[in-house]
């Protein structure tokens, strides 16, 4: 049994990908599409019989309970309902709240005293896990005992589980490159081509690591599924949401804003807590981002700006 709250592309696809291990509750706060078992957000894929969709908030029992609200969603969702995410809650959400400046395990430490959270994150499209396509993801939880079981109760012959204690450094890792893959479509949609695209995600990945690395995650851990892994697969693929809204914004057009694109606002929180630790300089692609999400820059003047930085050592 597992309850997945969310029911957006990602809550759902991992309902469909649970759903071959046993019964799953999957919520949502809207279910139209209920009846025909097929969420628009996720076409053409019908929902297995083992998962049952409610509207009506489940309480935390003994199952596994992911949570895949967006994240910008998710510290009020915690505050408003402590009792149904449970002890140990498994966050399936990249970003980092632009209100607190807080990632996803530091908004349950605060809202939730006692909860042990874990982190589910990694190069994974929603479309390719509720097709059945082979996933590796990062299991992060600080607690050695309670990530080994949610390990062996989260992966599948075909959804493949590596664990860490690195909870910090696999959540940055998940939020940071959606930032990245924003700036990567940026230079793609304005035409520079894929060795400047190259250029960018190199840069962008120091860039993630530097952060990362100051807020005490391991230097391993960028490298991994959840940092590395997730920044390739999000800036080279016209699947993701985030690199679609860099490369509409490249060809000056009007980017759609009816969709989740998580870099948008953690480019700006990441800013804000960059400056109070003092380190605003070292993130200039996060910089960029941040500035063109808050409308201070324009972009073809961002991209521009992106690929031409004074020369220096590498
Ligand atoms: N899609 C993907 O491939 C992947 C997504 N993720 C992450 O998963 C998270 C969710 O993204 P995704 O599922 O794609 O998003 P979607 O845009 O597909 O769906 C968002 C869902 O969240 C719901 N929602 C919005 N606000 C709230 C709220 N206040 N309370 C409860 N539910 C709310 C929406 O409900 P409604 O329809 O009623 O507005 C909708 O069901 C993001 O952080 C994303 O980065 C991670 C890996 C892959
Ligand atoms: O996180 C993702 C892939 O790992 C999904 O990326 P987008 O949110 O940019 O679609």
């Known amino acids: 049994m597992t309850v997945v709250l969310g029911a957006g592309a990602f809550g759902t696809a991992l309902a469909v990908a649970l759903s071959v291990k046993g019964p799953v509750t999957l919520w949502g706060r809207s279910l139209p599409w209920a009846a025909g078992r097929e969420n628009p957000r996720l076409p053409g894929v019908i929902l297995p019989e083992a998962i049952t969709l409610t509207e009506d908030l489940p309480r935390a029992g003994e199952a596994p309970v ?32 632009l209100s607190t400046l807080r990632g996803p395990s530091a908004l349950v430490a605060d809202l939730i005293p006692g909860a042990t959270p874990a982190v589910l994150t990694g190069p994974s499209f929603a479309a390719d896990i509720a097709r059945g396509l ?9 607690d050695e005992a309670v990530g080994e079981a949610l ?7 075909v959804l493949r589980l ?28 304005a035409g ?11 840069r962008g990945f120091a860039e993630m690591t530097r952060f990362a690395t100051r807020l005490g995650a391991r230097p391993e851990t960028l490298s991994g599924l959840s ?39 953690t480019a700006r929180a990441v800013m804000a807590r960059a400056e109070s630790l003092g380190m ?7 910089a960029m981002v941040a500035a063109v999400s808050a409308g201070d820059l324009p972009v073809a003047e961002a991209a521009k700006r992106l690929l031409s930085r004074p020369l220096k050592e590498e």
């Open 66 to 97: 992911l949570v895949a609200v967006p994240m910008q969603a998710m510290g009020a969702f915690l505050a408003e309902h402590p009792d149904v995410v449970g002890k140990a809650p498994v966050l399936c959400s990249k970003g980092v709240d």
């Open 134 to 142: 082979p996933t590796a993801l990062t299991l992060a939880c600080a």
């Open 151 to 157: 390990q062996s109760a989260l992966s599948t012959p």
């Open 162 to 189: 590596y664990r860490t204690t690195d909870v910090i450094g696999a959540e940055l890792g998940g939020a940071l490159k959606n930032v990245i893959a924003i700036a990567a479509g940026i230079v793609t949609g």
């Open 192 to 202: 520079f081509g894929d060795s400047a695209r190259a250029a960018l995600m190199t």
């Open 227 to 265: 940092g590395f892994g997730d920044l390739v697969l999000t800036c080279t693929s016209s699947q993701s949401r985030n690199f679609r809204h860099g490369f509409t914004l490249g060809q000056g057009l009007p980017p759609d804003l009816s969709q989740t694109v998580e870099g948008l606002a």
């Open 280 to 286: 605003a300089a070292d993130l200039p692609v996060t």
